[in-house]
């Protein structure tokens, strides 16, 4: 056989061109990809929290026991609209965070010792224990966390007036009774006080 007849040596395969997200500058990789997990963290709380009451909405009013009755800012027999709004007195620009639990939500016990991070000075917190059997089971979950605000019994008539299905949910109410924001789920500290900054910039622009 000869020379013209051996087999061609086989060529070099072309190496794939890079793809066009590759070839993007690394920091400008990490924004898009933050602004996606942004958009889907908005797409899952807009979804988990469809059931609740709609910005802008007067909260919901119903008696309230407190889990220690000297939590109570108002005398006894008001209602929590009344209650939040006799505790509001002493904030020039109140905003208060009503976040609704249940004892045995792991969840719960995980986000609520954060939540302090988020509030200001102008923000007060008031808990409401929902789907408990026994008031034991609160005191139980509250001093294991050291939890140090205001916690309020439900009876289901909170539950029922503010449309809570999961745990745990959350309204951001102004000095008005009126909702301002709405979310179900793992809250991040960060999150709830960029929400609660939103807020007073919204009042401040009128």
Not at 4 to 24: G, M, T, Y
Not at 133 to 146: L, T
Request: glycine share 4%.
């Amino acid at each position: 056989m000869s020379n013209n007849d051996s087999p061609k040596q086989s060529e070099p395969v072309p190496q794939a061109h890079s793809s066009a997200w590759s070839r993007l500058p690394r920091p400008m990789r990490w924004g898009i990809e933050a602004l996606i997990l942004v958009l889907l963290m908005v797409v899952l709380s807009l979804w988990l929290s469809r059931h609740m009451l709609d910005s802008g909405t007067p909260l919901p009013d119903a008696p309230v026991e407190f889990l220690n009755p000297d939590d109570n800012p108002a005398p006894h027999g008001l209602t929590l609209h009344q209650t939040i709004q006799a505790s509001q007195r002493s904030y020039q620009q109140p905003v208060t965070l009503v976040y609704a639990f249940a004892p045995w939500c792991s969840i719960c016990k995980v986000s609520m010792p954060g939540l302090d991070m988020a509030l200001d000075d102008q923000t007060q917190l008031i808990a409401i224990a929902m789907d408990w059997q026994e008031k034991s089971e609160v005191a139980e979950m509250v001093e294991s966390i050291d939890f140090q605000h205001p916690v309020v019994l439900d009876h289901n008539a909170l539950r029922e007036s503010l449309r809570i299905d999961g745990y745990p949910s959350y309204y951001l109410v102004d000095a008005n009774g009126q909702i301002r924001f709405a979310d179900r789920g793992l809250t991040t500290p960060v999150g709830l006080w960029l929400r609660i900054k939103l807020m007073r910039l919204q009042d401040w622009l009128g």
